[in-house]
């Protein structure tokens, strides 16, 4: 079948995908999609595109849900919901509330827009250096929420955060999901967002809970350390409660997965 046509696209979209004619109807096949057009509406100028709802339920694809401005505009009214219970409720954290919303969606939209140039990234090191700058980015959110720090704060939570990250990132991208390169950053990049993302929460509430815990327990821990316990024997019920504290969200989801929540 020989097929004579001005529209660019048209042209790039059979050059990369199988066309072929059966009983007066053109099949296309590729790119995980089949779907079909009657041959007349070739002739009448109509352009090659196959139905999304078609290609979804042939390919077996997700179908995809667009939101408008509209709809983003009732999902932040539910924030706005939130901010004004906070208010009523005298919590004292209405600005950073907003704050943090205002920065939620700006960063999404940023993202969308640049997500394609992160994913032709071809080289190593400026993955690495990607996900050096995702590690301290989230040290500066994890530090910001903690209003007494603990000496030397950002270089116990930084040095945890980058070795404990790093380490099981690699782990799952050589040995569990084993795709190649181990740099292609369509899988390392939202696998190392999910794992430091939880690495951060995590660290968050032990941090927190270590510092009450410690200002709670002030005076048993002075009292150990004058029977002659060393500082570690003093400080372990704080820091095995701050442990238990940041095990709760991760413990919460496998205990729920399959059930409450479901893996995308």
Request: aromatic share 8%; charged share 15%; with cysteine.
């Amino acid at each position: 079948m020989l097929l004579v046509t001005h529209d660019l696209r048209l042209a790039e979209h059979i050059a990369y995908n199988l066309i072929y004619l059966e009983q007066g109807k053109i099949f296309e096949e590729g790119l995980g999609l089949k779907c079909w057009r009657d041959l007349k509406l070739r002739h009448s100028g109509a352009s090659w595109q196959c139905p999304k709802k078609e290609r979804s339920r042939q390919s077996g694809e997700p179908a995809r849900c667009s939101i408008d401005l509209v709809q983003l505009v009732y999902a932040y009214g539910l924030i706005l919901l939130a901010v004004a219970l906070s208010r009523i409720r005298q919590i004292g954290q209405e600005k950073q509330m907003l704050w943090a919303s205002i920065r939620m969606v700006s960063q999404l939209i940023a993202v969308g827009y640049l997500l394609h140039l992160v994913f032709a990234v071809r080289s190593p090191i400026l993955v690495v250096m990607m996900l050096l700058a995702m590690t301290g980015f989230s040290l500066q959110v994890a530090g910001s929420r903690i209003k007494k720090r603990m000496p030397h704060f950002y270089r116990v939570m930084g040095s945890s955060i980058f070795i404990g990250c790093g380490a099981v990132t690699f782990y799952f991208c050589l040995l569990v999901v084993g795709y190649s390169p181990w740099y292609d950053p369509r899988y390392l990049i939202p696998l190392a967002g999910m794992i430091i993302g939880n690495a951060m929460n995590g660290a968050s509430l032990a941090a927190e809970r270590l510092s009450s815990e410690m200002h709670d327990r002030s005076e048993e821990i002075e009292a150990a350390l004058c029977l002659g316990a060393n500082a570690r024997q003093a400080s372990e019920p704080a820091v095995r409660a701050a442990y238990i504290a940041s095990l709760i969200p991760t413990m919460n989801t496998m205990a729920a997965t399959g059930i409450v929540a479901l893996p995308e």
